[in-house]
């Protein structure tokens, strides 16, 4: 889940004795994220989140002052919710918000109970009054694995022609990500979804494809009369041979057909080079503001993280921004947060979600840091420090 989310996670051995690899785990914090690229996550320099200027030409539009990373800053660097909140060793992951006309908020996110092995992901939805305070509603998922899923997970809801459209990423065998496919539910009233297409969007197989080995992590947003399908895909560049992870995109003018997928977002190397472990983009988040698409992202590393001990990490959020959504991005060359920023965030901070409101814009984020080092040097499983975090900007 991370919102793939992706990051393949903690194995049962390690939940026991606090000690093992990352690298053997199971998938509650992310969803497409590892494998093919080998380690994991050093927070190295993503940056800074100070003032940001676009590479590639000026973000935001017109007359309006651009929407900018460093507009982003958290009102408390506390979680608001929290691993064990709302049922026992829940984990909740990859937040969703929508406002509702009555102006109360609906979040939808991922969760499993504890992280020992088979994890088990489903999807639920909780409402608050003030965006910052949640609660379960109703107390049961609203999407559950059914046939050859052995999880849900990473859901993004948009209303789209009258209907609930719900996506997220599933799996038969969360441990092979190559198995890895978006799926897609609909719903009248948010709550009661039906399944409508177990694979709207999976890997090709073929490695040397953008999106050959790996598929997930959905981000869904609607652009004048199209819905937009954003995702994560993990495949070989033929040019370095190596693995590389970027955004790519499919469209319907329905909400039942889909586009072939294309390539929407590849990572600037400028700001993120390779061979310093920065393997590209994971869990996209689009929405319209000022006029343009604006694309958030993590941003992963698969250089080996010995304080975490793991071989891929989310380890910032990144912001790009197109006029049309499909191709031209500009990257802000700072990120918005990086997980060094708060206590909770030390190994990964991802899975961002935004939300345009009345006088500002609304961010939720997810992160951990359950997997750390004592004085010692020996490995500490600390499941308590897993949640969703909150910022915003004020405009």
């Known amino acids: 889940m991370g919102r793939c989310k992706a ?79 709302f049922f026992a060793e829940s984990t909740w992951n ?33 409402t608050s009054p003030d965006a910052q305070t949640w609660a379960l509603n109703p107390m049961t998922p609203v999407l559950e694995a059914t046939g050859t899923m052995e999880s849900v997970e990473t859901p993004s809801v948009v209303l789209f022609k009258g209907k609930y459209h719900l996506f997220v990423t599933t799996y038969p065998d969360q441990l092979d990500v190559t198995t890895y496919h978006i799926a897609h539910a609909t719903s009248d009233d948010g709550i ?10 999976a890997p090709t197989g073929n490695a040397t494809d953008f999106n050959g080995i790996i598929v997930g992590e959905p981000g869904a947003v609607v652009v004048g009369d199209e819905l937009y399908l954003y995702f994560t895909s993990v495949g070989v560049d033929s040019t370095t041979m190596q693995s590389h992870q970027v955004i790519g995109l499919v469209t319907s003018s329905d909400g039942v057909t889909f586009s072939a997928p294309t390539v929407a977002l590849t990572p600037d190397p400028n700001l993120y080079p390779r061979g310093d472990g920065w393997i590209g983009f994971s869990t996209p988040f689009a929405a319209v503001i ?106």
Request: glycine letters at 12%; hydrophobic letters at 35%.
């Open 7 to 85: 990051v393949l996670f903690l194995c049962a051995s390690l939940c026991v004795t606090a000690c093992g690899s990352d690298s053997s785990s199971s998938s509650d914090g992310g969803s497409a994220g590892q494998s093919a690229g080998g380690s994991a996550g050093q927070g190295g320099s993503a940056g800074q989140g100070g003032s940001a200027g676009a590479t590639g030409g000026a973000a935001g539009s017109g007359g309006a002052t651009p929407l900018t990373p460093s507009c982003f800053k958290a009102p408390s660097p506390d979680m608001v919710i929290r691993y064990g909140d």
């Open 94 to 126: 990859d937040p969703q918000v929508l406002k509702q006309s009555d102006g109360s908020y609906v979040m939808y996110a991922s969760a499993s109970v504890s992280f020992t092995n088979p994890i088990i992901v489903r999807i639920y939805r909780l």
């Open 192 to 201: 009661n979804f039906t399944l409508e297409n177990a694979s709207v969007v």
């Open 290 to 395: 000022d006029g343009k698409v604006q694309l958030f992202t993590d941003v992963a590393n698969d250089k080996h993280d010995d304080a975490h001990d793991a071989d891929w990490l989310q380890v910032a959020l990144q912001l790009s921004v197109s006029a049309d959504g499909k191709s031209n991005f500009s990257q802000f060359s700072d990120p918005i947060f990086q997980r060094s920023d708060f206590s909770w965030t030390g190994r990964e901070i991802r899975s961002v979600a935004v939300l345009e409101d009345t006088d500002r814009i609304r961010m939720w984020f997810a992160g951990d840091e359950i997997v750390s080092r004592d004085t010692s040097g020996n490995l500490m499983f600390t499941p308590d420090v897993w949640g969703i975090g909150y910022a915003e900007c004020v405009r």
